[in-house]
């Protein structure tokens, strides 16, 4: 809105929210990481104690075997979901578009919270039988069901039972789109 426009002019800071908007109204000249970084809300710094490692990948579709590369690292200079407490944090590069819907397109990054459990209908990083992929987690008693959240109907809820190696590495806490 001209309201909001008018803020940013005379030095408020934007939201993350305003700054997707303002890259998607872009048509791609500018990207919401660039954005992101010129608001002062993420840098690219390793020395940082706030820093946040990227471990790699993680599929965003069928589970893809699980690497743990540091990549780069992100750090938040904001608070979403306690996201800059970096203990027990850390960050994947998203492959895939199973969970475009959930803005989490390929080749986002997301930050995620080292837990073992997450509710249900939480976004989470699970291992399946030692691969790794990113869905919304329903357990179901006697199942456990994973479940995309895309665009693409090509994607199907993943149905796994006790005799399946399944691990919850943690709950998706925030998603960081590079729009170009």
Do not use: W
């Not at 990549?71 to 407490?85: C, E, F, I, K, S």
């Amino acid at each position: 809105s001209a309201g909001n426009l008018s803020k940013v002019m005379h030095g408020q800071r934007p939201s993350p929210d305003f700054l997707m908007k303002i890259a998607n109204a872009s048509g791609g000249r500018v990207s919401y990481e660039r954005l992101m970084m010129a608001a002062d809300y993420v840098s690219d710094a390793s020395e940082s104690e706030t820093a946040i490692p990227i471990c790699g990948s993680i599929a965003a579709g069928s589970p893809v075997e699980a690497f743990e590369d540091v990549q780069g690292y992100v750090d938040l200079n904001y608070d979403y979901a306690g996201a800059t407490a970096r203990g027990d944090k850390f960050a994947l590069r998203v492959t895939g578009d199973s969970m475009n819907m959930a803005n989490m397109p390929d080749g986002s990054v997301v930050i995620i919270n080292r837990q073992s459990m997450v509710a249900d209908g939480e976004i989470a990083a699970v291992m399946v039988n030692g691969d790794a992929t990113v869905k919304r987690v329903y357990n179901k008693g006697d199942y456990l069901m994973l479940a995309p959240v895309s665009s693409n109907p090509e994607f199907q809820p993943q149905i796994y039972t006790e005799e399946d190696d399944i691990r919850i590495l943690g709950k998706v806490l925030l998603s960081l789109v590079d729009i170009n």
